[in-house]
């Protein structure tokens, strides 16, 4: 049996040290019990990368921020997301609803601890590079965040990478084709689904990639894993029960159709009121006479 396809060792172990990390620094900081700020924090860490090799180390930046300019930061990283990717807001809402609620100082300070855990545990090396490609670093972490969580008990746990990449080999769909996952957690079978692709010349953003769990966090970790994979747009995300609903595809489908729809006519209606407000001089109001 080849190996060609199986997670390095050291991608993994790297793994396993982030996810240590970040547990131990997010509930050192807050023992609130709530999962969403550090995942939200490692997830958003993930999305930065360096796009110039000769420009500035992102870690270097990163440390010299204040917790202020870190929560900043991360407002701006999830505004940029949703912008750039309209179809996934309701996926990712549970991750990234937080920031957006004006969260207090502690709250705050926490996250801040929790995101230099994470970079001196070398998240970065991992999650900024192509070794984000071996790796489910987000399923990982929340595997350890859920292991001291009331929250782990309810039998959800990160499928061992592995068992991922034995079925992948069985699933490798044709271009133009749909992977779909039930069970699809932080969508560790598409990772390797993709790699496998990728190993016989063939691109993953041409497949469609359908998945739905019971786990709201772990969907929003699929959808950022999505973009960390290189995935493509065609990306098919629910959170609910499929045994209470069969139909989750086509509920995908709906909610992403919808979201699209309200973004265009968001952005279209922007732009209406920009052009009226170019066409408006308050100069040519009456009475009222332009100024030298």
């Not at 999962?35 to 180390?57: E, I, K, M, T």
């Not at 930061?73 to 309209?86: D, G, M, S």
Request: some cysteine; charged content about 20%; hydrophobic content about 45%.
């Amino acid at each position: 049996m080849g190996t060609g396809n199986r997670v390095p060792r050291d991608s993994q172990h790297r793994a396993v040290a982030i996810g240590e990390a970040v547990d131990a620094a997010w509930h050192r900081a807050h023992s609130a019990g709530r999962l969403d700020v550090p995942l939200s924090v490692v997830a958003a860490l993930a999305l930065l990368r360096q796009h110039d090799s000769n420009g500035p180390d992102p870690a270097e930046q990163l440390r010299g921020l204040t917790t202020d300019d870190f929560f900043g930061l991360v407002r701006q990283v999830w505004t940029e997301v949703a912008n750039a990717r309209p179809d996934l807001v309701t996926a990712l809402y549970p991750l990234i609803a937080w920031c957006f609620d004006e969260p207090d100082r502690q709250v705050r300070a926490a996250a801040h601890a929790t995101a230099t855990a994470a970079m001196k545990a070398g998240q970065l090396e991992v999650t900024g590079t192509d070794a984000r490609h071996e790796v489910d670093v987000l399923g990982v972490v929340l595997a350890l965040l859920k292991s001291r969580s009331a929250k782990g008990a309810r039998g959800q746990f990160y499928t061992p990478a592995p068992l991922v990449e034995a079925a992948a080999r069985f699933l490798t769909p044709d271009e133009g084709q749909t992977v779909s996952d039930p069970a699809v957690g932080t969508g560790g079978l598409f990772r390797a689904v993709a790699g496998a692709l990728r190993a016989t010349g063939r691109d993953p953003t041409t497949v469609t990639w359908a998945g739905c769990d019971v786990d709201e966090l772990a969907v929003a970790a699929a959808a950022v894993n999505s973009l960390l994979w290189n995935l493509g747009p065609r990306v098919l995300l629910y959170a609910g029960d499929v045994l209470a609903e069969p139909d989750w595809i086509a509920h995908a489908r709906a909610q992403r159709a919808e979201i699209l729809h309200l973004t265009d006519t968001v952005r279209r209606d922007k732009q209406l009121l920009i052009a009226l407000d170019r066409l408006t001089d308050p100069c040519e109001e009456v009475g009222q006479q332009p100024t030298e």
